[in-house]
């Protein structure tokens, strides 16, 4: 069964490019092209696509404002977002904002058309040096908190961050495979390293985002990474 795709991007070259690349693997197909965020939008209501491929800096509505209008709609496509800019602010609004992934435009062709099926079928699909970025933010927050904690009364110890658990309402197991999804491994491979069916990881996560009140693995990725 095809991935029914739509790019959007404000180049008609790069939108030509990304179709040609796209097309030609025998699981995706294009549906439509759109030049900017709110054309994506009218697009998705009119096509029901499983994949929106996302550029961020476009006219009239901007690639993260379109995926938080789409991400609001109760049923919704998965949105992969394809730039040039790497950097921190937009990653994270980006995945906050509920995308499915984040690649940058130098991706190899080969990673860009896996990015395109683990984004579709609900994995994590993020570029490597954009998630090492990402992680070590993470740490260096959770440092700078266990530092300032140090200071104060009362203090439980150096490198424990401030503030409540995020994952506190979760149970033994859902901790084991939210973090297990933090560390992007498949609903098969989380199954298979605890012994338990495909089935009940899904119900496990279903059960996690309700709890946590997020909505993709990467939004739960990222809240799992913030707390270390």
Known sequence: MSIRTIIADDESLMRSGLRLLLGAADDIEIIAEAAHGAEAIDLARKLSPDLILMDIRMPVMDGLEATRALMAQASHPEVLILTAFGTDDFVLQALRAGAAGYILKDTPPDELIHAV???????????????????????????????????????????VPNGPDPLEPLTSREREIAEAVAQGMTNAQVARSLFVSTATVKTHLARIFFKLGVSTRVQLALLVNERR
């Open 117 to 159: 099926r683990a984004a579709a079928n609900g994995t994590r699909a993020v570029s490597p040096g954009v998630m090492e970025s990402l992680l070590g933010r993470s740490t260096t927050s959770a440092t700078g908190a266990g530092s300032d904690s140090t200071t104060g009364a009362g203090s439980s110890g150096a490198g």
